[in-house]
């Protein structure tokens, strides 16, 4: 079965830091893009980061640039996210997916995305 397990959330202070992980287990992800969205309480569903297959290439919304950092372990079947001057407003669960392509643009213009992860909540104090 194929599985896309998150962690490292939390609780943390504004200007704090967090990592993400997104551990991959029941096949190999090394080909495909992968990436993180994240969901506030009565919010939609954003984009956070995209890494591609090899980890050469990376895309980040606006709000994250500069304080946020995707990467990926190919040996441990992991992206990490990592997320430093956390802010109040960064608070939301935040998934993890796989794309079935392997360039960041395979993952921003898929229709759907097949593989998600259950999420992980962060929450950011003032």
């Known amino acids: 079965q194929v599985q896309l397990a998150e962690s490292g959330g939390g609780l943390a202070q504004a200007g704090g830091s967090l990592r993400l992980s997104c551990v991959a287990s029941?096949?190999?992800?090394?080909?495909?893009?992968m990436g993180w969205f994240r969901q506030a309480p009565g919010k939609e569903r954003e984009y956070v980061a995209v890494?591609?297959?090899?980890?050469?290439?990376?895309y980040y919304s606006d709000y994250p640039k500069g304080r946020f950092t995707i990467s990926r372990d190919h040996a441990k079947n992991t992206v990490y996210l990592q997320m430093n001057s956390l802010k109040p407003e960064d608070t939301a669960v935040y998934y993890c997916?796989?794309?079935?392509?392997?360039?960041?643009?395979?993952?921003?213009?898929?229709?759907?995305?097949?593989?998600w992860g259950q999420g992980t909540q962060v929450t950011v104090s003032s």
């Open positions: 997916a796989a794309a079935e392509g392997s360039s960041t643009t395979d993952f921003i213009g898929a229709q759907t995305l097949r593989y």
């Open positions: 890494i591609n297959w090899s980890g050469g290439s990376t």
């Open positions: 029941g096949r190999s992800f090394s080909n495909n893009a």
